[in-house]
């Protein structure tokens, strides 16, 4: 039966996983999945997280299933983080949350609302977008599309072509935003670039979706939800994906939610048994675990406030290995002005490296970037910080 089942291609982010650890150099560097590391290059558990977790097993917990839209605590904290605890979102009743296996999780639940509840509509993503999304709404069978988003010849968000290119989309269409630190580019629209994306997208009756994935990883907490509270107008609707993978350090967990805001109480009801139907056909019932760490966390104050610092250190760690890299760059004669790369925000830095320089990167100095040359700038330290640079010299042209 499964003879004439041809090999999938590998993923073009977890297959450089896989590359890099089957590459027997010991000097090798991963700088591909999304994965935040240390100075010493190890991803380790929140200390916040390890007490949240020794309470949980003090404490005990009950085996059996959560319900269809997962621990309600929980979820009551996922809208107080995003909305802010004092937000007519968060404090009413129009939005509805389910938590969901990781932020991948949160997408294909929307996806498949999508598909069973506005089956015409097609979903707008940004040009670039993370390499997954095209995958999950296709899988999902949504009709997919892009408009412009990042200007390639500045290094910066082409605004007045996004604006454009959204008030030509078709009513009752969707588009797919990335709340902040943009994967793969690091660039982000501004408080009042999110005003104006708001203005056309809801003067186009169009449908925001938007994926949530590094709350606090940009400029902190409250700044990185400027762009989901612009959009969370009275009586607009909206779709937020969040996860805390990155900002709770819960790879393995997957720890994720789908939160939509509509416009009344009694539209959330329906859209929420909507949203329990595409869950029970899916997996069921999410996992437990993760979600009770996050709740945990966020409902003492003491490890909330613990968090905080843990998240300001991972923060300001990313925010200096950008400018090192930049400094570093220059020093090693690497033809170019990188400085684009200090003022990106979160993991993830479009580095303008061609897909030759990062095949050359691969298999001449066993630098693992994915083909886009999408970079993590978290797998960055001090210690592999010059082997990096003197690399890229070398495949880019230039050097000492």
């Not at 610092?309 to 090192?324: F, H, P, T």
């Not at 330290?381 to 880019?396: C, G, K, W, Y």
Request: charged fraction near 20%; proline fraction near 6%; hydrophobic fraction near 40%.
């Amino acid at each position: 039966m499964f003879e004439s089942i041809q090999a999938a291609p590998a993923d073009p982010i977890l297959g450089v996983t896989e590359a890099f650890r089957a590459d027997p150099n010991p000097d090798k560097i991963s700088l591909g999945v999304g994965v935040y590391q240390d100075e010493s290059g190890k991803t380790l558990a929140l200390e916040c997280v390890n007490k949240a977790n020794e309470k949980l097993a003090r404490e005990g917990a009950s085996a059996s299933y959560l319900p269809i839209p997962g621990l309600a605590e929980y979820t009551a904290a996922v809208q107080s983080l995003a909305f802010g605890a004092d937000h007519e979102v968060a404090t009413g009743s129009r939005a509805i949350t389910a938590q969901t296996p990781g932020g991948t999780g949160a997408l294909r639940v929307v996806g498949d609302f999508l598909a069973h509840n506005m089956p015409g509509a097609t979903l707008w993503m940004t040009d670039p977008t993370w390499a997954n999304h095209p995958n999950i709404f296709n899988a999902a069978g949504v009709s997919i599309a892009k408009f412009p988003y990042f200007n390639k010849a500045t290094n910066s968000l082409a605004l007045a072509d996004m604006l454009d290119a959204i008030g030509q989309i078709p009513p009752g269409d969707a588009v797919l935003l990335h709340g902040c630190c943009h994967n793969p580019t690091g660039v982000d629209p501004s408080p009042s670039d999110w005003e104006q994306i708001a203005d056309k997208v809801y003067d186009r009756q169009l449908l925001p979706i938007i994926d949530f994935a590094y709350q606090g990883f940009g400029d902190g907490i409250e700044p990185d939800a400027a762009g989901i509270r612009a959009m969370a107008r009275p009586g607009q609707e909206m779709v937020l994906c969040s996860s805390f993978s990155k900002n709770f350090g819960l790879y393995c967990e997957r720890v994720g939610a789908a939160t939509f805001v509509c416009t009344d109480a009694d539209r959330a009801n329906v859209v929420g048994s909507q949203v329990k139907r595409v869950i029970r056909a899916n997996y069921s019932n999410p996992p437990a675990y993760g979600a009770r760490l996050v709740s945990t966390v966020l409902g003492d104050a003491d490890l909330t406030h613990e968090w905080h610092i843990e998240l300001a250190g991972m923060r300001d760690r990313i925010n200096g290995m950008r400018k090192l890299l930049v400094e570093k760059l220059a020093e090693k004669g690497v033809p170019g002005d990188y400085t684009f790369i200090s003022s990106q925000r979160g993991m993830f830095s479009f580095s303008g490296l061609s897909k030759d320089h990062v095949r050359a990167l691969r298999e001449r100095h066993s630098v693992y970037i994915v083909d886009s040359g999408r970079i993590n700038v978290a797998g960055i330290t001090p210690s592999n910080v010059d082997r990096l640079t003197e690399s890229i010299a070398d495949v880019v042209g230039g050097g000492q």
